[in-house]
């Protein structure tokens, strides 16, 4: 089933360029920044949970209080990643992949944009904005087809999910319905 | 036997009811659609349509939704032969020797023999689900807290040994997973954590929207980088001769038997599932080959054995959630999500209680294959025009398409947001080379084990030799353990590169 990262076939190769691609802007002692860098990423992942734990309850006799659970997984990943990092030095790997900006900015910007807008504005608004917004991801997107298929999707959405499933949803800007 | 007879009738009685035969062929359908688009999974799907599912009777839609699962996996065959794009993660093998025997003009017996292929393993899978359903669920009644909780980390260990690439990464996913599903409120005191105070932290991260954004959203945003016109090639010649001819099916027979039965059980084994079965199967395919050269350049068994594994796993990972109430991977996950909303309890309770609604699910399944055998070949020519919708125009209708899922389950913005957050989450995991699918079942197997090791220790009066002590238990740890070890050492772990090393070249 689709739980390993769905399409492997067609741009897995452009995640990890071969070591040496590109400049990096890691000093040279550190031979795999890419797992380097992961590990301390999971490291403070795991520092902010242990913190953001430390005010519940910890072991009371032989049962378990409410952090117990919570800090013993902090600690273990704090140690997976303290040990990835230092694979990370020890170890040749790939560099750091580059990121682009274009596609997750806009991607989010139109995630966001749906989540302030459904409420306000309703599924028709909020559904095409995210639809045109989400479509700057991409330099190839052509507009005059863009807006005529946002259109009809919209459409579609404004029918299913609301009439078709009878999901309780606002279609219309609030202020146009009162 | 005559309890499986009983059984079986039962589940037909209800699953040829005309609404629940609908309800199968709009699963079975979208399925094969999602299977067929590359771009977009079965997690993110089931993740997406789990809202639609709401307003249909508990019957209906979980056999919609197990429509949709074991309908993509006939979907990413069919785009795994004709255009050597694998439209799912299950069909990565097939495209090796499918799209080469389309090349040779063959493509009408690939797929034939495709179809045939999961169609037998859906047969077999199917029965299995039966013959076992009944005696696991015994053996589920003489589980306690311990048992659950060892059973769970063979679980872990067995997603672990299975994920692709580095072992250690695996299991710091796994470790994250736990960690993320420990915000929200304690089962015991009801105390918050980690929650900061937001009220829709409060219940914990929804395990869907999390799938959403490190499955829906993180995929999307890195198809992006690659840019989004993607090359597909086409074949071109039209699909002459459909039917296999007599030495095809002599070749494959063997070959789906073969599949059948190392798809049926990788699929009930916790952490195993769809993926893996196909590539194991063409794999061993082409260790026990006569003349293995011929695997890559057209050989039918290497259509016949992936294609069949995945469609097997696909069915027989059911088996653990309906017996255990344990779910082997992220889409079975998913179910449960589904289950719980219709205040349906997984485990060997609803075996039990609900016997209707579990037997109807099972035989839906064999209706659905035989509704997929016998709509899909004519539908091929359909599948493939759709794959000329260009990426730049399907990429901005599914992040509309997920949004409105995800704010649909709570009809909260701030899962919408939450989601898009995980998504760059996601995104930045594939960067460093970290595989999510470990994540999400630690994410979801994280309150069960929790709840689990807690009321063993509380039993036990505090003594962690409980796990150790009892038989079950302490058997399923020591397989645990074993796997691990196994994992570690140098040659199985070379076998291991080795595998997925082919399956990519």
């Known amino acids: 089933m689709g739980d390993k990262s769905p399409m492997l076939g067609e741009s897995s190769m452009s995640d990890t360029p071969s070591a040496g691609a590109g400049k990096s802007i890691t000093p040279k002692w550190i031979r795999g920044p890419q797992d380097f860098v992961g590990g301390l990423a999971l490291m403070a992942v795991a520092l902010f949970a242990l913190w953001a734990s430390s005010d519940l309850q910890g072991m009371h006799g032989f049962s378990f209080g409410a952090g117990t659970a919570p800090r013993m997984f902090a600690v273990l990943l704090l140690g997976l990643g303290a040990v990835i990092a230092l694979m990370g030095i020890l170890q040749d790997g790939p560099h750091v992949a580059r990121y682009a900006w274009r596609g997750p900015l806009f991607v989010s910007l139109a995630i966001l944009c749906f989540a302030v807008a459904i409420r306000p504005l309703g599924l028709v608004v909020s559904g095409l904005a995210s639809f045109l917004i989400s479509a700057l991801g991409t330099p190839e997107t052509r507009w005059v087809e863009t807006i005529i298929v946002g259109v009809c999707l919209t459409i579609g959405c404004a029918l299913l999910f609301p009439y078709v499933l009878g999901l309780p949803m606002p279609l219309f800007p609030r202020f146009l319905v009162q | ?369 035989l509704m997929l055998i016998i709509i899909n070949l004519p539908l091929v020519g359909i599948w493939v025009r759709l794959l000329r919708v260009p990426y730049r125009l399907m990429f901005p209708s599914i992040v509309v398409f997920c949004a409105i899922g995800i704010y649909s389950i709570n009809n909260a913005p701030v899962d919408v947001v939450l989601a898009g957050a995980f998504g760059l989450v996601g995104y930045w995991l594939i960067k460093h080379d970290f595989e999510p699918a470990p994540l999400l079942l630690g994410m979801v197997l994280g309150p069960l084990m929790e709840e689990n090791l807690r009321r063993a220790l509380l039993i036990s009066r505090g003594d962690w030799s409980v796990f150790i002590t009892r038989p079950l238990s302490a058997v399923l740890m020591a397989g645990a353990a074993g796997l691990l070890v196994l994992a570690v050492l140098p040659t199985l772990r070379k076998k291991r590169d080795e595998v997925f090393v082919e399956s990519e070249g």
Not at chain 2, 49 to 73: D, E
Not at chain 2, 156 to 179: P, Q, R, T
Not at chain 2, 225 to 234: I, N, P, Y
Not at chain 2, 340 to 360: A, N, S, Y
Request: charged share 10%; with cysteine.
């Open chain 2, 1 to 369: 036997m005559a309890d499986l007879f009983h059984n079986l009738a039962l589940g037909f009685g209800v699953a040829v009811s005309p609404i629940n035969l609908m309800l199968c062929l709009i699963g079975a359908l979208v399925g094969t659609l999602v299977g067929v688009l590359p771009g977009i999974g079965t997690i993110a799907t089931v993740a997406m349509l789990l809202p639609i599912t709401f307003g249909l009777p508990p019957v209906g839609a979980l056999i919609m939704l197990a429509g949709i699962y074991y309908g993509a996996q006939y979907g990413g065959s069919t785009t795994s032969i004709l255009v050597n794009i694998p439209g799912e993660a299950t069909s990565v093998v097939t495209t090796l020797d499918g799209f080469q025997m389309a090349k040779q003009g063959r493509a009408g017996p690939a797929l034939a023999i495709a179809a045939i292929g999961s169609f037998f393993a859906g047969c077999v899978a199917t029965v299995l689900i039966a013959v076992l359903g009944a005696p696991l669920t015994k053996l589920a009644l003489a589980f306690g807290p311990a048992e659950y909780f060892s059973l769970m980390v063979l679980g872990l260990i067995f997603a672990v040994v299975l994920a692709k690439g580095s072992l250690l990464k695996a299991i710091a996913m796994i470790v994250f997973g736990l960690l993320l599903s420990m915000v929200g409120s304690d089962i015991e005191t009801g105390a918050s954590r980690m929650a900061f105070n937001v009220p829709e932290l409060a219940d914990g991260l929804g395990f869907a929207t999390v799938a959403m954004g490190v499955f829906g959203f993180a995929e999307i945003i890195r198809n992006l980088d690659a840019g989004a016109e993607m090359d597909r090639q086409l074949v071109q010649q039209k699909i002459t001769g459909l039917m296999p001819t007599k030495k095809d099916m002599i070749d494959s027979f063997p070959a789906i038997c073969r599949g059948t039965v190392l798809g049926s059980i990788l699929g009930i084994l916790p952490g195993g599932g769809a993926v893996i079965a196909s590539f194991a199967a063409y794999t061993f395919e082409k260790k026990i080959a006569k003349d293995p050269s011929r695997f890559g350049r057209g050989a039918i068994e290497g259509v016949a054995a992936p294609e069949s594994a995945n469609n097997a796993a696909a069915q027989t990972s059911f088996i653990p959630l309906l017996t255990l109430g344990i779910p082997p991977n992220a889409v079975m996950a998913l179910m449960v999500g589904a289950m719980t909303i219709h205040g349906i309890v997984p485990g060997p309770q609803v075996m039990q209680k609900q016997p209707d609604l579990v037997w109807g699910m099972i035989t839906s399944m064999w209706i659905g294959n």
